[in-house]
């Protein structure tokens, strides 16, 4: 009986350890602004970064002339269809979460498990907005013609295609509002990779503030707060 409490302790020991490490690093890392060139580039597009308090989405215009977005995720896939929306915003994240777990009490432990191992599929969730304002956790940030190319690429890289090299819609009712829909994505979601690591990784690739490694919303936003 003592040596299995004794293994029990160790074994609650060593999973605090490991999950303050990880939030020690993450905590760190994601405050320490990546290695980015500045552009010289005029600056006249506008994007957002927005956190709904967990989960972070690159926020564009629905439409200007290097990006029609509704082109590539059709208004007529949101339930409203509404064609008026003026931004659009992006994340991705595990497909389960998204599709599955609407609010944190509809939380299952197998789907908690499916995202943190990175062994279930993933998923972009595509929002339209009629408007954006700033707050403590919508950052607007001005960026020039090639930062938001690669923003764009980064988003369509993302991405499943069918047989028409279009995105796959995902069938679902699990809709958050009637402008929003899911879609195929590419990689693993986990717990080393997630969601925010998703936005992070968009960010340094466009030469934004970023951290060096983000799983968390806040360490991305801090990188945006005045």
Avoid at 30 to 40: D, L, P, V
Avoid at 138 to 167: A, G, R, W
Avoid at 203 to 214: D, S, V, Y
Wanted: glycine share 4%; proline share 3%.
């Amino acid at each position: 009986m003592i040596k299995v409490f004794k293994v029990l302790l160790y074994s609650i020991i060593a999973l605090v350890l490991i999950v303050f490490v990880y939030w020690l690093s993450e905590r760190i890392l994601s405050r320490m602004s990546a290695s980015r060139e500045e552009s010289t580039l005029p600056k006249t597009i506008t994007v957002y970064v927005m956190s709904n308090g967990v989960h972070t989405d690159l926020v564009f215009p629905v439409k200007n002339e290097q990006m029609d977005w509704s082109a590539l995720f059709p208004f007529s896939n949101t339930t409203g269809k509404d064609t008026t929306h003026r931004f659009v915003g992006i994340g991705w994240g595990d497909k389960g979460f998204y599709l599955n777990t609407p609010e944190w009490k509809d939380l299952k432990a197998s789907t908690a498990f499916v995202a943190a191992t990175g062994i279930g599929e993933t998923a972009l969730h595509v929002s339209y907005h009629k408007d954006v304002q700033e707050n403590d956790l919508c950052f607007k940030h001005m960026i020039d013609t090639e930062q938001y190319q690669s923003l764009v690429n980064f988003v369509k890289e993302s991405l499943d295609y069918d047989t028409q090299n279009k995105p796959i819609l995902i069938n679902t009712n699990a809709q958050y509002s009637d402008s929003d829909a899911f879609y195929e994505a590419k990689g693993s979601y986990s717990m080393f990779h997630s969601c925010n690591t998703w936005t992070n990784n968009a960010l340094k690739k466009a030469n934004m503030p970023a951290g060096i490694w983000a799983t968390l919303d806040k360490g991305i936003l801090s990188h945006y707060k005045k």
